[in-house]
């Protein structure tokens, strides 16, 4: 039988609810938004202000504002070329 390393010991069986975006290499992480009408938000961590002018609207955002955004409704991280 082999050791798991302790993680099992370490594992406390909680999981997070909170969506979770990955920074890309260049410090930003794209969004695109699906919905129809414009959409404007305002990240809570850098108070960046976030405008989405309809379906298909991509924008750059902060990382520390991404988990925020990934958790608004018909928005979508995407990843850039």
Not at 3 to 31: D, E, I, L, M, Y
Not at 32 to 44: D, Q, V
């Amino acid at each position: 039988m082999s050791c798991c390393g302790k993680q099992r010991t370490n594992w406390n069986g909680k999981s997070s609810t909170t969506p979770r975006a990955q920074s890309g290499t260049s410090g930003v992480v794209h969004f695109r938004y699906l919905g129809n009408k414009p959409i404007t938000l305002s990240g809570p961590a850098t108070g960046r202000v976030y405008q989405f002018w309809g379906a298909g609207a991509t924008v750059a955002a902060h990382p520390t504002d991404a988990p925020f955004l990934a958790g608004v409704p018909l928005m979508e991280q995407v990843s850039l070329p």
